[in-house]
């Protein structure tokens, strides 16, 4: 029996080659290219609509991403967290935070205070009186002190110096530091009545010279800086310090105080006689300086300066409008860790008044977010939710509303915008139109209708719930 081979009779495997190895013509390839060209052209032009469409939403979804997990954080954890939104910088980030260190100053057990966590300070010539809530610690004032030798000593722990960065909080009862108690304590009163015994009193001729001095501002803002007397808050030597100065400005920075000119407030900032709530944020993942350190008094932000001393006088010059590379300089990326103590108040630069409630929080898992495909709008804010997860009612009267467009010519506006005024140049209700903007004008016209885009209207209610609305609508023109 024979065993056919499946080939067709009078045909071998080498016969059927030239069949199976036959290639395309020159014009068959030129006609594959073109429709593979096509093919991939028509790909791209789709997937690149498509990536526009999708990646207005997907922008979205990374700033609702961030709300909720500092939501999650403040659920979690039971500590207060915030969402920072930075419409120039087109950026939001989210930053949680712990207490690592607190002292209600409640009593005073042989000459120690025991703080939260069973942290220990060691009291000096402090005493307890009536504090914000239950008692305070007294510092620099009465039984003869002379506003020196008196603070409390913590120690050196390393939850200190958190890495993440760091917030100082205090309630502040300052004393007037321009009232006889304060002269005297300081021997102010002593010396002056030793002066006057010595010296005649100033004629006619010097009192006008001194009046003129005063109304031509010649008394420099550094001569006046220099003889400024200041009263630590928290002091951590090499480290950071926050400060009060006799002219009610805060003063605080995040390195040795002796080798540069510290941050500070305006002046009167800080209110004596009554109490004062400070909070300083400090947060090292952070690049965009105004937001890298931030400093509030009774909730209310304020307006951070460096005293630039790099010219023959020195000025205050506003962080925010510094170059990014400057104000970095004066914020570093981590803080300084030292062998030194913490202290409340300071054996040099007593505070002069009473404290209470001194915590140090930890920031921790901090999530930042550059958008690419959409722009914030409107002008920066910031979203505070205490323990529970809800807006912190003394931060937030009602809801927080937060707006996205897709507009890729959006400018999030300045806040000195609102405060200039624009006056025509011909005096009259309208300048002319130049011919070049005539042109544009009539440009504008024949471009038929603006296009259209995407906005999306993030809405974060008392309770910290989110609701997204997005509209599309024509972009106005402006006038």
């Known amino acids: 029996m024979k065993i056919s081979s499946g080939f067709v009779p009078g045909y071998s495997l080498l016969d059927t080659g030239y069949r199976l190895q036959a290639g395309f013509t020159l014009f068959e390839l030129l006609v594959v290219i073109s429709i593979v ?11 690149s609509r498509l990536s526009c469409e999708w990646g207005f939403e997907a922008n979205i979804l990374r700033t609702q991403a961030v709300i909720r997990a500092a939501r999650n954080f403040s659920l979690t954890n039971e500590a207060s967290s915030e969402v920072h939104v930075i419409p120039r910088e087109n950026t939001i980030f989210g930053l949680g935070q712990k207490t690592v260190a607190q002292w209600h100053f409640e009593e005073i057990i042989g000459d120690e205070v025991v703080g939260a966590f069973g942290m220990r300070g060691k009291v000096t010539n402090a005493y307890l009186v009536q504090g914000k809530t239950g ?11 002379d506003v020196r030798d008196s603070y409390v000593d913590c120690g050196n722990l390393p939850a200190f110096t958190p890495p993440g960065g760091l917030v100082l909080e205090a309630w502040i009862f300052p004393g007037d530091f321009r009232g006889d108690v304060y002269k005297e304590l300081m021997g102010k009163l002593q010396k002056d009545d030793d002066d006057d015994d010595e010296e ?63 941050l500070r407030t305006l002046d009167n900032v800080v209110t004596p006689n009554m109490w004062n709530h400070i909070v300083l944020h400090y947060s090292a993942s952070i690049d965009y300086p105004p937001d890298k350190a931030r400093l509030y008094v009774n909730n209310v932000p304020l ?48 505070f002069y008044g009473i404290i209470d409630d001194v915590r140090i929080g930890a920031i921790v898992d901090p999530e930042v977010e550059k958008l690419d495909s959409a722009s914030l709008m409107g002008y920066p804010q910031t979203i505070y939710f205490d323990s529970q997860g809800r807006l912190d009612p003394e931060r937030h009267e009602g809801d927080v509303v937060i707006r996205l467009t897709e507009n890729p010519d959006y400018e999030a506006p300045e806040p000195e915008e ?62």
């Not at 002319?432 to 504008?444: D, N, V």
């Not at 995407?454 to 809405?459: G, S």
Request: hydrophobic share 35%.
């Open 37 to 47: 060209s096509l093919l991939l052209g028509l790909g791209v032009t789709v997937l």
């Open 135 to 145: 008692n305070g610690l007294e510092f620099g004032t009465g039984q003869g002190l």
């Open 200 to 262: 005649s009193a100033p004629d006619e001729e010097e009192l006008e010279e001194q009046a003129r001095r005063r109304a031509l501002n010649e008394i420099t803002f550094k001569q006046k800086y220099d003889k400024e007397e200041r009263f630590a808050i928290v002091f951590k030597e090499g480290s950071y310090f926050l400060k009060l100065t006799e002219n009610y400005a805060l003063e605080f920075g995040f390195a040795e105080p002796k080798s540069y000119y510290p």
């Open 303 to 350: 307006t951070i300066f460096f005293v630039d001393a790099r010219h023959s006088l020195a000025r205050l010059e506003p962080i925010a409008s510094m170059p990014p590379e400057d104000a970095r300089g004066m914020l570093p990326e981590h803080l300084v860790e030292t062998d030194m103590s913490l202290f409340i108040s300071d054996s040099e630069e007593s």
């Open 418 to 479: 609102e405060e200039i005024e624009y006056v025509s140049r011909s005096g009259g209700a309208s300048a002319p139109i130049s011919s070049e903007e005539a042109l544009k004008e009539i440009e504008k016209k024949q471009s038929g209708p603006p296009e259209k885009y995407k906005h999306a209207i993030i809405t974060i209610n008392r309770y910290g719930k989110m609701k997204l609305r997005q509209v599309e609508e024509e972009e106005k023109e402006e006038e």
